[in-house]
């Protein structure tokens, strides 16, 4: 009786070790299934983290390689600006400043005209001329209109250089008589201006006083 006794105490201890034992086992291997998983967790975030730093190592490669081809077209950029400031400072040094008569010589006056010198037979010295010489311009370029009776006769291109006045009119290739004239006004005031014209036609040439009075 008593061994039948004793079996089944030995039995439940057995079973109670048994239990506590799976129990720990089953605790243990949740735990390394964790541990397990937290560290394929881990591998898995620091290689996504490895790709986004290397993703953003190569945008930033690609906004610094942007960054230098911009400082580089500006540079360019740049360079082209003062090359074309530099053309157009060269270009005014040389050339006339001014694109419009002053006020003491714009405007309308009365010029005379008389033949002093000439071996053409179209002109005779003594021969004169009376006539409204109008000093104009526009924005690229000086003249002075020749008018008589309201018609204009001629238009001379002008320059202002050194105090004088420089007038020019030339006939094309085309015309029949190839005219050049030249008027060199030297002597100016407020009230009377002063010069010569010059008169070149074909195989002759001409040589003119010139008084302009300013009209009133």
């Known amino acids: 009786m008593r061994f039948y006794q004793i079996a089944p105490i030995q039995s439940q201890k057995t079973q109670k070790i048994f239990l506590i034992f799976c129990t720990f086992r089953l605790q243990l291997t949740s735990m390394k299934k964790s541990i397990l ?20 190592a190569l945008r930033e490669q690609e906004l610094l390689n942007k960054e230098k081809s911009f400082a580089q077209k500006e540079a360019e950029y740049q360079s082209l600006l003062k090359m074309r400031d530099s053309i157009f400072n060269h270009k005014s040094s040389d050339s006339i400043k001014i694109m419009k008569w002053s006020d003491e010589i714009s405007g309308a006056w009365t010029g005379r005209v008389i033949c002093t010198e000439s071996n053409c037979s179209d002109y005779v010295v003594g021969d004169q001329r009376t006539d409204t010489w109008e000093f104009d311009s526009d ?5 002075t209109k020749i008018i008589s009776n309201n018609n204009l006769v001629r238009l001379y291109s002008g320059k202002f250089e ?3 006045i420089k007038l020019n009119f030339k006939t094309d290739s085309t015309a029949k008589k190839q005219v050049d004239m030249n008027v060199l ?32």
């Open 185 to 216: 006004l030297n002597e100016i005031s407020p009230s009377k201006i002063r010069g010569t014209r010059t008169v070149s036609v074909d195989n002759c040439r001409a040589r003119f006083s010139v008084e302009l009075i300013r009209s009133k």
């Open 162 to 164: 050194n105090n004088e």
């Open 37 to 56: 998983l937290i560290s394929f967790l881990s591998v898995l975030f620091s290689c996504d983290n490895k790709d986004k730093a290397n993703d953003l």
């Open 139 to 143: 924005s690229i370029q000086l003249f």
